[in-house]
Nanobody
Framework: QVQLVESGGGLVQTGGSLRLSCAVS????????MGWYRQAPGKERELVAS??????MYSDSVEGRFNISRDRTKNAVFLQMTSLKPEDTGVYYC???????????????WGQGTQVTVSS
């Protein structure tokens, strides 16, 4: 029942900006953590940014350029990306660890991904 839908990807030039959004729907008790991953063709999926109880974490490659935030009232998470580089190209996935009602352990949920392409 829990679904994550990403949006905001697209094609931008080097130095441009994009804002990714992830909307979480379904019946949930609470959200433990939210994050953004990305994967380039032939590369491993990597964690880009995460947010837990207001505390944020960023990979070294994006720190200072990306900002993750969430809207608790809307169960949404955002990734503001600035000063984009060709190396940022990839499919970006929203990931959420959440508790459903009566869950003892949190469950992990993934969005379908949104393509981000940064041209030279």
């Amino acid at each position: 029942q829990v679904q994550l839908v990403e949006s905001g990807g697209g094609l931008v030039q080097t130095g441009g900006s994009l804002r990714l959004s992830c909307a979480v729907s379904g019946t949930i008790y609470s959200i433990a953590t939210m994050g953004w991953y990305r994967q380039a063709p032939g590369k491993e999926r990597e964690l880009v940014a995460s947010i837990t109880s207001g505390r944020t974490m960023y990979s070294d490659s994006v720190e200072g350029r990306f900002n993750i935030s969430r809207d608790r009232t809307k169960n949404a998470v955002f990734l503001q990306m600035t000063s984009l580089k060709p190396e940022d190209t990839g499919v970006y996935y929203c990931e959420v660890d959440l508790y459903r009602f009566e869950d003892f352990y949190p469950s992990k949920h993934w969005g379908q991904g949104t393509q981000v392409t940064v041209s030279s």
